[in-house]
């Protein structure tokens, strides 16, 4: 049987090729997304300034053990250790130094502002640094300098070197140059006293280098200093997971990356199998009749199952070999966008490994394969004469597993929707919105050729009474071979409907966050540094001016609101004492002396002016939720693991769906990963002009390098610019799929078309002149392109609308308008590139030649 399924290929290579484009590209999709979800599960960081130590001690990012519920995942700042732990590290057998590190973020001011991050002298020894010029820093005030950010500078020993750290502009004298084999990132080198003083956090170090002792086996040495340190809230890493103290970085990006090439996989996946399957459920639906054919020459319906069924396996298992390489560079390609955009580090090691090639091969072959299956299990279980009769029209779609899963699918994408409306608010409904889209789809799909026979026979009068004749002729053939038009009509849908749905809830979503971030905004002026970071104490010299009303530090960060349960079990079936149920909110920090004039949302209770020290105001759903009012204490979990009971000081109304809490800056600062102040919001006086107060600000911050001053409207286009985490993932999905489906629309109508000579030169012979026959494939490619974007437009809408009600309430989402008729545009010019062009070529041969042609 192989075979013979071998030879018939040979005879149609046309349906040949579009079964093995469809596999091949839905392969290297799959086989991409599935590295980037590797990449992201593994998280693998190759150390570098951490290499020459085999064991590295860092504080563990994991949520504690007692939480249970769903938002126990790792903390979104850097958790720091204990000083003390250090001698703890020592004391273990096979340590030969346990060495602190701190990393200090610095930005250098020779020339063009670099990024660069001060370390402790002792720490050298764990990259190792070499000095190759000058001498290491014996007292305040000295840095040695990387060789590479020395070149780049134009640094030399003696030279001093202006540096901002933490908004504060600092001089030190370079006494020496060292460099590294491994390290990559711009050091700058202090005494220890120096390191300590500019880390500015009494206690606490960022990790521990240990260097082993000769002959010691660094996977038991890991083991052994897990053991001493393992109750302190330390993590022990080694191999490539050393890294990832080196790169905190690294942590935010595995939670950005995950998620991302989840939704990216799975609606990849979804996309990959439906196109597979359509593609090549229409190829066997194309050879209906030659397969009713065999059964009459006495081929039994087995036999005919396993030709077909080994047909697909031998295209599928040559597009599986083919997608290899090209899925590795393509995941490549996406994972080097990602890092461009910074969504993610470029320090994470890129990984696709056996397991994204075996599902890009499974997804593909068992769509293929189950397609194959159903599309000759019809003709095969049917006595010959009904099958040859049944070819000619193809007349019949309903089968009960066909309305089994449209049932499923339409069932779960109206379940989806009805959530996304009802349960879910602000941004987060995008993640059931998104699947949403997809299952519309698929649903719409299964029921496609009945909907395009209610829609042929709606324009078959208005198109026939404009296009003559010739229209009238591709009504009827639309009225009478919906099947085949439903063929057509589906990766149009696929494409217009998954494009609408994927680009505008991106948009509205960037829309809404737009107007909370200016109706929230109520400072005339936003200060902001362009190398980063302003100093804390500018907000109040800021304060003190007379053209200023008020003046806040802001600052943003994430934590976790938890309710104190009893005993029972954890998340890991563990019993303990005491259990906590955390939930996620947003903070801003602000300055309570300038809160109320520079925030545009009044308390509902309460006042800003009371936010200092150990308090915080929350918003009064929460407040409802914690069964908590003003005046009772909150246990706050900060980003950084730090655990604080705050007192509920007042209660504020922000959207629906886009709540956070307001916390003093001055303790939310210390608790972030940089401790850097972004920018300070300044209200101007009654009076005041925009330039008038632009100037006395620049003029008050005259000595913090790189001040720059921007009004509400710039700063809402800033924010607005600088949202791009969502923006590109959700843009770069969208491209992806609808490329993908856009490919399987051109492969589709081409080979759709192009099997139709044989009709084409039959209404030669009948008196057709070839302008009729492409006329009346115009009229064909209109009706097509109408009902495949019809379609796809239901199948946005019932994505879109939901996820507006939850949003803002609007059932249209916001964005350009230009954007859909884009879609629109281009799904008709495929459309009609794709069906007259096969129909013209077809149209060159002679009709005898044509009509006799295999």
């Known amino acids: 049987m192989l075979r013979l399924a071998l030879k018939t290929l040979r005879y149609r290579k046309g349906g040949f090729f579009a079964s093995l484009i469809a596999l091949f590209v839905g392969a290297v999709v799959v086989q991409s997304c599935g590295g980037l979800l590797e990449t992201g599960i593994r998280a693998n960081v190759k150390a570098e300034r951490l290499a020459a130590a085999p064991v590295v001690v860092t504080g563990s990012q994991d949520y504690p053990d007692h939480a249970v519920g769903t938002a126990t995942d790792p903390m979104t700042e850097r958790v720091l250790l204990d000083e003390d732990l250090v001698d703890a590290v020592a004391k273990v057998p096979g340590v030969a130094k346990a060495v602190p590190d701190v990393s200090v973020p610095i930005t250098a001011l020779a020339g063009r502002p670099a990024d660069a991050s001060g370390h402790g002298w002792s720490s050298a020894a764990l990259s190792p640094y070499k000095l190759v010029a000058g001498a290491k820093p014996a007292a305040s005030g000295q840095v040695v300098v990387d060789s590479t950010t020395a070149k780049k500078l134009g640094l030399r020993p003696g030279e001093r070197l202006k540096a901002s750290v933490r908004g504060n502009p600092q001089v030190f004298q370079v006494s020496g140059i060292a460099e590294s084999r491994t390290a990559s990132e711009a050091a700058l080198l202090f005494s220890d006293d120096e390191a300590t003083r500019l880390y500015d956090r009494p206690g606490k170090i960022d990790d521990i280098g240990v260097l082993a002792a000769p002959g010691t086996d660094p996977a038991k040495l890991a083991d052994a200093v897990g053991d001493a340190v393992g109750d302190r809230g330390a993590q022990v890493l080694h191999g490539n997971d050393r890294g990832v103290a080196e790169f905190p970085d690294a942590i935010a990006g595995k939670q950005n990356l995950i998620p991302t090439a989840g939704a990216f996989g799975g609606l990849a996946t979804m996309v990959a199998i439906f196109v597979v399957g359509s593609t090549v459920g229409m190829l066997m639906q194309q050879r209906r009749r030659e397969m009713a054919l065999l059964r009459t020459t006495g081929v039994t319906p087995g036999q005919l199952r396993r030709m077909v069924m080994a047909e697909t396996f031998v295209i599928a298992l040559l597009a599986a070999g083919l997608s290899i390489l090209p899925g590795r560079f393509f995941g490549r390609f996406m994972y080097d966008i990602l890092v461009d955009q910074d969504l993610i580090p470029g320090e994470m090691i890129f990984s696709q490994g056996l397991i994204p090639r075996l599902a890009g091969f499974g997804a593909t072959l068992f769509a293929a394969l189950a397609a194959a299956f159903i599309a000759s299990r019809r003709v095969s279980k049917v006595r010959p004469t009904e099958a040859m009769a049944e070819a000619t029209l193809q007349t019949?779609?309903?089968?009960?597993?066909?309305?089994?899963?449209?049932?499923?699918?339409?069932?779960?994408?109206?379940?989806?929707?009805?959530?996304?409306?009802?349960?879910?608010?602000?941004?987060?409904?995008?993640?059931?919105?998104?699947?949403?889209?997809?299952?519309?789809?698929?649903?719409?799909?299964?029921?496609?050729?009945?909907?395009?026979?209610?829609?042929?026979?709606?324009?078959?009068?208005?198109?026939?009474?404009?296009?003559?004749?010739?229209?009238?002729?591709?009504?009827?053939?639309?009225?009478?071979?919906?099947?085949?038009?439903?063929?057509?009509?589906?990766?149009?849908?696929?494409?217009?409907?998954?494009?609408?749905?994927?680009?505008?809830?991106?948009?509205?979503?960037?829309?809404?966050?737009?107007?909370?971030?200016?109706?929230?905004?109520?400072?005339?002026?936003?200060?902001?540094?362009?190398?980063?970071?302003?100093?804390?104490?500018?907000?109040?010299?800021?304060?003190?001016?007379?053209?200023?009303?008020?003046?806040?530090?802001?600052?943003?960060?994430?934590?976790?609101?938890?309710?104190?349960?009893?005993?029972?079990?954890?998340?890991?079936?563990?019993?303990?004492?005491?259990?906590?149920?955390?939930?996620?909110?947003?903070?801003?920090?602000?300055?309570?002396?300038?809160?109320?004039?520079?925030?545009?949302?009044?308390?509902?209770?309460?006042?800003?002016?009371?936010?200092?020290?150990?308090?915080?105001?929350?918003?009064?759903?929460?407040?409802?939720?914690?069964?908590?009012?003003?005046?009772?204490?909150?246990?706050?979990?900060?980003?950084?693991?730090?655990?604080?009971m705050m007192k509920v000081v007042g209660s504020f109304s922000p959207p629906r769906g886009f709540e956070y809490a307001m916390v003093p800056a001055a303790e939310l600062l210390p608790r972030t990963t940089t401790g850097e102040l972004p920018q300070i919001l300044v209200k101007a006086k009654p009076g005041v002009s925009s330039s008038d107060l632009e100037a006395a600000l620049l003029k008050a911050a005259g000595d913090v390098p790189g001040v720059v001053v921007a009004d509400r409207t710039e700063a809402t286009a800033a924010h607005e610019a600088g949202d791009e985490t969502g923006r590109v993932a959700s843009y770069l999905l969208a491209a992806v799929v609808v490329g993908y489906a856009v490919i399987a629309l051109i492969n589709s109508l081409i080979v759709a078309t192009a099997e139709r000579r044989g009709e084409f030169a039959l209404q030669r012979l009948i008196g057709s002149t070839r302008g009729q026959v492409m006329w009346m494939m115009s009229v064909?490619?209109?009706?097509?392109?109408?009902?495949?974007?019809?379609?796809?437009?239901?199948?946005?809408?019932?994505?879109?609308?939901?996820?507006?009600?939850?949003?803002?309430?609007?059932?249209?989402?916001?964005?350009?308008?230009?954007?859909?008729?884009?879609?629109?545009?281009?799904?008709?010019?495929?459309?009609?590139?794709?069906?007259?062009?096969?129909?013209?070529?077809?149209?060159?041969?002679?009709?005898?030649?044509a009509a006799v042609a295999p």
Do not use: H
Not at 484 to 501: D, E, F, K, N, Q
Not at 617 to 644: A, F, H, M, Q
Not at 798 to 813: C, I, K, R, T, Y
Not at 820 to 849: K, M, N
């Open 780 to 849: 064909e490619a209109l009706v097509t392109a109408l009902v495949g974007i019809v379609l796809g437009t239901a199948a946005a809408a019932g994505s879109l609308v939901p996820f507006g009600v939850a949003l803002d309430g609007s059932v249209l989402p916001s964005g350009p308008g230009w954007i859909y008729l884009t879609i629109v545009g281009t799904a008709v010019a495929l459309t009609f590139a794709t069906i007259l062009f096969p129909a013209w070529a077809a149209l060159r041969a002679r009709p005898v030649e």
């Open 396 to 644: 019949r779609w309903i089968s009960p597993i066909r309305m089994v899963l449209a049932f499923l699918f339409l069932g779960g994408a109206t379940a989806l929707a009805i959530v996304t409306a009802s349960v879910m608010t602000g941004p987060i409904a995008a993640s059931t919105a998104g699947p949403a889209a997809m299952l519309w789809a698929v649903g719409i799909a299964l029921v496609a050729p009945g909907l395009c026979r209610w829609l042929a026979a709606a324009l078959r009068w208005p198109v026939g009474w404009f296009t003559g004749l010739p229209g009238r002729m591709a009504m009827l053939n639309a009225s009478v071979r919906k099947v085949r038009l439903a063929s057509a009509v589906i990766p149009i849908m696929l494409a217009t409907g998954l494009a609408t749905a994927l680009i505008y809830l991106q948009t509205s979503q960037e829309a809404a966050s737009s107007r909370v971030f200016a109706e929230g905004l109520k400072a005339d002026a936003v200060v902001s540094s362009q190398n980063g970071a302003l100093p804390p104490s500018l907000v109040d010299t800021l304060s003190g001016l007379p053209q200023v009303a008020g003046a806040s530090a802001s600052v943003s960060g994430g934590a976790r609101l938890e309710k104190v349960l009893g005993p029972g079990e954890d998340d890991n079936d563990n019993m303990v004492k005491r259990r906590v149920e955390p939930s996620r909110i947003d903070l801003q920090g602000v300055t309570a002396s300038g809160a109320r004039q520079t925030i545009a949302r009044p308390t509902v209770r309460g006042d800003y002016g009371r936010l200092t020290g150990d308090s915080i105001v929350l918003p009064t759903e929460v407040l409802k939720d914690e069964g908590k009012k003003v005046g009772d204490r909150v246990r706050l979990r900060w980003g950084n693991g730090d655990v604080t």
